[in-house]
């Protein structure tokens, strides 16, 4: 059964930083993939930012510059800087990670930008 521990939420004000981290564990195969989803309230969850096994990256169009994802110190763990904070990032993040043929989704952790 995949786990994940998520952390870095919280809140902060339009211009400041988070950084979220978040650690997979219990796949037999690995991670081939794994990143950061948010949906806010009344939207669609979408794609923040992925990282495969061999590093490529993927972000949304509406946090390139801001954002960066890397792959933690430790196996099987990403982390999510976030600078320059806006109002409309504020939603509920979600660690993901591909393996094999299925996603696997974190818990959530808030994250809420004052204005």
């Known amino acids: 059964q995949v786990q994940f521990v998520e952390s870095g939420g919280g809140l902060v004000q339009a211009g400041g930083s988070l950084r979220l981290s978040c650690a997979a564990s219990g796949s037999t195969v690995g991670f081939a993939a794994m990143g950061w989803f948010r949906q806010a309230p009344g939207k669609q969850r979408e794609l923040v930012a992925l990282?495969?096994?061999?590093?490529?990256?993927n972000y949304a169009d509406s946090v390139k510059g801001r954002f960066t994802i890397s792959r933690g110190t430790a196996k099987n763990t990403v982390d999510l800087q976030m600078l320059s904070l806006k109002p409309e990032d504020t939603a509920v993040y979600f660690c993901?990670?591909?393996?094999?043929?299925?996603?696997?989704w974190g818990q959530g952790t808030q994250v809420t930008v004052s204005s």
């Open positions: 993901n990670a591909i393996s094999g043929a299925y996603a696997y």
């Open positions: 990282i495969t096994v061999v590093g490529r990256t």
